[in-house]
């Protein structure tokens, strides 16, 4: 079995900063790709940001020069730094991994995702 948790989330004010973290556990080999995609109300999920086991990353353009994605190969986690937060940055945010579990199979898993609201 393999989980992600997600944590960090909550409610901060336009222009504020936030950062959230998502630890993988369980029957891990290796962790590949990682990523943060985000859903607003009555809206589709949409990618935020990526990162390769390698370093490399990925952003949608709305989020390009704010925010900015990283992780802990050791530790197993994937962190999201907001800034610059905007009132269009509320949603649910969900972690993702394409983790090879110790019996070799590759699966993409999903956190249980976390509420950002950026309010005044």
């Known amino acids: 079995q393999v989980q992600l948790v997600e944590s960090g989330g909550g409610l901060v004010q336009p222009g504020g900063s936030l950062r959230l973290s998502c630890a993988a556990s369980?029957?891990?080999?290796?962790?590949?790709?990682m990523g943060w995609y985000r859903q607003a109300p009555g809206k589709e999920r949409e990618l935020v940001a990526t990162i390769t086991r390698g370093g490399s990353t990925n952003y949608a353009d709305s989020v390009k020069g704010r925010f900015t994605i990283s992780r802990d190969n050791p530790k197993n986690t994937v962190y999201l730094q907001m800034s610059s937060l905007k009132p269009e940055d509320t949603a649910v945010y969900y972690c993702n991994a394409e983790i090879t579990s110790i019996w070799y199979s590759k699966f993409n898993y999903w956190g249980q995702g976390i509420q950002v609201t950026v309010s005044s």
């Open positions: 369980g029957s891990i080999f290796e962790i590949n790709a």
